[in-house]
């Protein structure tokens, strides 16, 4: 915006001698500029309006009124048309930058630096608060999962045999197996990083990070037909050829999207088929010698809470864990397609309204419980934790036996 003008209001046209014409307004698709001046047709001669409230050398606020000329800035530039047009601007020498609250515990920086933005994730630089709030739950969950990567996690050499079982991350999630770090999660110099939403600091503290764990173990294919020899070798070169990925992935030789994209290619040349007459039910070995592992922080909306069931009769509600508010379990059951829905539980620490039956998404049976906040609480707070897992019922039982939970509940503050 090039303003030359003296005057608290302004009248502007383009294609005139005006000295104030260039300004424009701009989008990646659109950009908005004063209208064409016409001087033989009264009736578009309609200017964009300018009107300043304020004019200092530290400090430029005013109003914009009247009509404008609407240009896309796509293709050709096609001229959109003229159309009125109604806002405001406040602009200052030295950056007004918007802050989050301060992370109990930290003597960090709240300010928000606008030194990255996104408009197609709609992300931004995090002040030094919420950075360490980032840091401070990817060092519990990491520090919780401890136990389990030492006892359950297959450590030993060659292909995996019948009741190994082998932690791993899930693609896409962040990669809780690297090694403890040393640096508290307050200082500058840890070592997680990650882009926090644009309106993170308006409301209560969701993260962005999907925390995940997958638990595979090798199933026990021995008094199998004849048939199906071949699988337990197909399930160990799988086995094998993710954890190498896996490995590359920590050492920082590929990203996540190759790792991602090398197991699907892998999946594709390689599928677990069986004779359609072998006796065998592939779909609930799947079912049973797998485990999938999620964690939500502060759950943003009502179906966080949701927990989808498989067995809905058999479905309870327990009090096993020590500090959390209640555990729901969903045994497995058989689906009417033949395919099997694995057991289910939902682990909520903090504070929730009491479960009860519902639906979710597509008419799933669903226990339903929400989240309960205090008001005006800090938005840079742990109030809750919802765990999810999905799988196996003797591999829930071993992460629930391997998890360290008083770690996660430490990040609560109670209400």
Known sequence: IDLNETDNDIDLYTLTSNDSDNVTFKNPAYGITPPAWHSRD?????????????????????????F?????????SEDLGTASITGSGHFYREPKYIKSEVLPGCDCDPTIYAKTYDPETLTR????CEAALRNK????????????????????????????????????????????????YCSVDYYHLGSTGIDAQKKNFTNDDGFGLRLMKMADLTSQPVSTNNLQEMFQKQAAFV?????????????????????????DKHPMTMPANDGMDIKKMEAENNLYISFIFNSSNNTDGYLKLADKEKTIVQHNIKGSAFEIYSPMMKDNDGSWLPNRMGIYFGKFTTPVPGKVGAGWDAEATTAVYPPN???????????????????????????????????????
């Open 42 to 66: 009264k009736e578009t001669m309609k200017p964009m309006h300018f009107h300043f409230t304020t004019f200092t050398a530290s400090e430029v606020a005013f109003t914009i009124s009247g």
């Open 137 to 184: 739950l990817f060092d519990a969950v990491q520090k919780s999962m401890v136990p389990l990567f030492t006892n359950i996690d297959f450590h030993g050499q060659g292909s995996m045999t019948a009741g190994d079982i082998h932690v791993g991350m899930i693609p896409g999630s962040a990669d809780i197996s690297v090694p403890v770090n040393d640096f508290p």
């Open 125 to 128: 630089s995090k002040s030094g």
């Open 377 to 415: 609480g800090n938005k840079l707070t742990i109030y809750n934790i919802i765990i999810k897992m999905e799988g196996g019922k003797d591999l829930i039982d071993k992460a629930i036996a391997n998890i360290d939970f008083s770690v996660l509940q430490g990040l609560i503050i109670k209400q």
């Open 68 to 76: 404008a000329q609407v240009i896309s800035s796509k293709g050709n």
């Open 243 to 267: 954890d190498s990925l896996q490995k590359l992935m920590q050492a920082n030789k590929i990203t996540m999207e190759q790792f991602t994209k090398a197991a699907q290619n892998y999946s």
